[in-house]
């Protein structure tokens, strides 16, 4: 019940002697709900509700322009990150082959 404190009065129950205001009741409940539902949730989630229906968001239709766009972008990021990872192996490699001829007695001496 106190999930359900901000609904205040407006809580049906169904009794075994229902008369037409009951009916009533559960239609203002069920507006009640779906506005609380609607400020809580947002427009879909209160939609959902009232229709008893989950809604489906449409796919939103791409220019073929963007499209081309983006995939050049992508591209040449990726030929920019494959051209620094290259360039970073070199340098290993190279790294690699000089420290046998580095004297690392100079470093600690700071000369």
């Given at each position: 019940?106190?999930?359900?404190?901000?609904?205040?009065?407006?809580?049906?129950?169904?009794?075994?002697?229902s008369?037409?205001?009951?009916?009533?009741?559960?239609?203002?409940?069920?507006?009640?709900?779906?506005?609380?539902?609607?400020?809580?949730?947002?427009?879909?989630?209160?939609?959902?509700?009232?229709?008893?229906?989950?809604?489906?968001?449409?796919?939103?239709?791409?220019?073929?322009?963007?499209?081309l766009?983006?995939?050049?972008?992508?591209?040449?990021?990726?030929?920019?990150?494959?051209?620094?990872l290259?360039?970073?192996?070199?340098?290993?490699?190279?790294?690699?082959?000089?420290?046998?001829?580095?004297?690392?007695?100079l470093?600690?001496?700071?000369?």
């Amino acid at each position: 019940m106190a999930a359900c404190a901000e609904l205040g009065n407006n809580m049906f129950t169904l009794g075994k002697d229902s008369k037409a205001k009951d009916a009533d009741q559960f239609r203002k409940t069920s507006e009640a709900m779906a506005l609380y539902i609607r400020t809580k949730y947002g427009k879909e989630s209160a939609r959902e509700f009232e229709h008893c229906a989950e809604f489906v968001h449409p796919i939103p239709a791409v220019d073929a322009a963007v499209t081309l766009i983006h995939g050049a972008k992508v591209l040449a990021h990726t030929t920019r990150i494959t051209a620094k990872l290259t360039a970073m192996r070199l340098l290993k490699v190279q790294l690699a082959a000089a420290a046998p001829a580095f004297d690392i007695d100079l470093v600690e001496k700071g000369i």
